[in-house]
């Protein structure tokens, strides 16, 4: 993904595809390209006019929106932090152990935790930043940048509301830390993408399963199949589409359904640890 789109359609909201990227209010077949819904067409026309003294404004709220969407994926909560004299629940690592329900937390049996809703906050923050890359070069930092942002925000304010790390010190050696974490991940994520789903799951496991030789690999192989049904759901999206927020993730649930399929090549035979394409026998 290297180059801008401008002309692709939304992908079909009633494929079998659940994780893919489809707009909060997706089009109808008579719709039309998305370029002319009304939300996409008005966009289009105030960049146009207001050329880029708009668009640091317009990067700042529209990204703000996915990052409440990215957030949401793995949440949590601490009744405890409301109390100051109540004694919150500890992990055997010693973190935080809130409350917390969906995919993430009952289906793969992550800890509601920081950590675990930072990880898999970051994850999506990490498919759209892909997409990102592809919009022009003169706008593509700028959108970047303020999704970086608004999650650090986010994560500062959760220390200090649900952990009630009050010492701004002490928030800021944590979100070095988190930055570190993140940096570590991009890397991690984009060698994946290029070297294939071994390498991805491997990054998946270490970022998101903290390398638990327990981790479920069929709940390791959903998450890289997740994230390769959402990047190729927001490939096909225009620039515009993108640009306006009204874009939401599916459930992850659907993908096990095709991580419990037999491979064809588990069929065939292996040599050395590689695959044997024996030849086709000749027909008489």
């Known amino acids: 993904m290297t180059t801008p789109r401008s002309s692709a ?4 909201p009633d ?5 893919s990227i489809l707009p ?7 719709d039309g390209a998305a370029s002319n819904r009304p939300g996409v067409k008005a966009a289009t026309q105030l960049r146009n006019v207001a050329g880029r003294a708009t668009e640091t404004y317009t990067a700042y709220g529209v990204t703000e929106n996915f990052v409440k969407e990215c957030s949401k994926q793995a949440d949590y909560s601490i009744p405890q932090a409301a109390d100051g004299n109540a004694e919150v629940p500890k992990t055997v690592d010693g973190e935080d152990l809130g409350v917390g329900s969906g995919w993430w937390h009952t289906e793969l049996g992550l800890k509601p935790t920081f950590s675990t809703w930072s990880q898999v906050t970051m994850l999506h923050i990490y498919l759209l930043s892909v997409r990102f890359r592809c ?10 940048q303020h999704l970086l942002d608004h999650f650090f925000y986010d994560a500062e304010n959760r220390m200090l509301i649900s952990h009630n790390m009050h010492a701004r010190g002490t928030r800021n050696k944590y979100l070095k830390d988190l930055f570190i974490q993140w940096r570590g991940l991009l890397a991690a994520y984009d060698e994946g993408l290029v070297k294939g789903d071994a390498v991805l799951a491997a990054a998946v ?3 998101i399963f903290k390398a638990d030789e327990n981790a479920d690999i069929k709940g390791i192989a959903a998450t890289v199949s997740y994230m390769r049904r959402a990047l190729k759901g927001l490939d096909t999206l225009p620039d515009e589409a993108v640009m306006t927020g009204e874009l939401g993730f599916g459930d992850p649930k659907a993908e096990m359904d095709l991580v419990l399929q037999r491979s064809k090549m588990m069929d065939l035979p292996f040599k050395d640890g590689a695959v044997v394409n024996e030849p086709v026998a000749a027909q008489s």
């Open 9 to 12: 359609k939304y992908s079909n």
């Open 15 to 19: 494929a079998s595809a659940a994780t």
């Open 24 to 30: 909060d209010t997706a089009p109808r077949p008579e």
């Open 135 to 144: 919009l022009p070069a003169s706008i593509s930092q700028t959108w970047q």
């Open 205 to 207: 496991w270490r970022n």
